[in-house]
């Protein structure tokens, strides 16, 4: 089943601009991780934020956490062509041990 | 080594043959999962391993069968194929810790097509 819910859809940029996608959730969490998904491969894991943490970094990444409104964003600063992909937001709800719950994801293009 | 392997990356199957998807990982990892995802939609959590000991099946029909022969290995068998079976099939590999979600790592997946 899933939990999260990522906003927009699909998200159409040019190179250098930033792309924020939003991700809300149902449960209590024990953390929330953002994912990316070139097409029709793997996924790879971006960052994680504990439900302890507000906000997180990592390079041109920018994850917050609002736990009482049950919502995170990404944002992407910067963007590049490289960029274009899926993105998830992933919940680990409390009571489901090592499980992870995906959301329905953002779509993003980024064209040069 | 931060790699999940998948074996074979393309399988087309009929209904009625049995085959078995493969993964594997050196990374010391004691949680393992099978996920589904259809085209355009997010994977769907299959099985959990944790420990080489199935944790969670989530509803997942009989003709899937999983197996976790040891710490790195993780076996899908698959018999008697439905048409809506046909997806790109991911397994990951976690760290395990008491209940604690961490970070996972994704194979590049397997795409079944079933004929």
């Known amino acids: 089943s899933q939990q999260g819910e990522e906003d927009p859809q699909a998200l159409s940029i040019q190179e250098g601009e930033n792309a924020t996608m939003n991700c809300s959730y149902k449960?209590?969490?024990?953390?929330l991780q953002w994912y990316r998904q070139n097409s029709g491969r793997g996924l790879v894991h971006l960052i994680l934020?504990?439900?302890?943490?507000r906000e997180k970094h990592s390079g041109r990444l920018r994850v917050t956490l609002d736990t009482s409104k049950k919502s995170s964003s990404l944002l992407i600063t910067a963007s590049r062509a490289a960029d274009t992909a899926s993105y998830f937001c992933a919940t680990a709800p409390n009571q489901a041990g090592t499980a992870l719950i995906f959301g329905k994801g953002t779509t993003l293009s980024v064209s040069s | 080594d931060t790699e999940v392997t998948q074996t074979p990356k393309h399988l087309v199957m009929g209904m009625t043959n049995k085959k078995s998807l493969k993964c594997e990982q050196h990374m010391g990892h004691r949680a393992m999962y099978w996920y589904k995802q259809k085209a355009k939609k997010p994977p769907e959590l299959m099985f959990v391993y944790s420990y080489e000991k199935l944790s969670i099946n989530e509803s997942v029909p009989s003709r899937f069968s999983p197996e976790c022969p040891n710490s790195s290995l993780l076996n899908l068998h698959l018999h008697a194929r439905q048409p809506e079976d046909s997806a790109l099939y991911l397994c990951?590999?976690?760290?395990?810790?008491?209940?604690?979600?961490?970070?996972?790592?994704f194979g590049p997946g397997t795409r079944l097509t079933v004929t």
């Open positions: 990951a590999s976690s760290q395990e810790g008491s209940g604690v979600s961490y970070e996972q790592y």
């Open positions: 449960t209590s969490i024990n953390n």
């Open positions: 934020i504990r439900s302890n943490e």
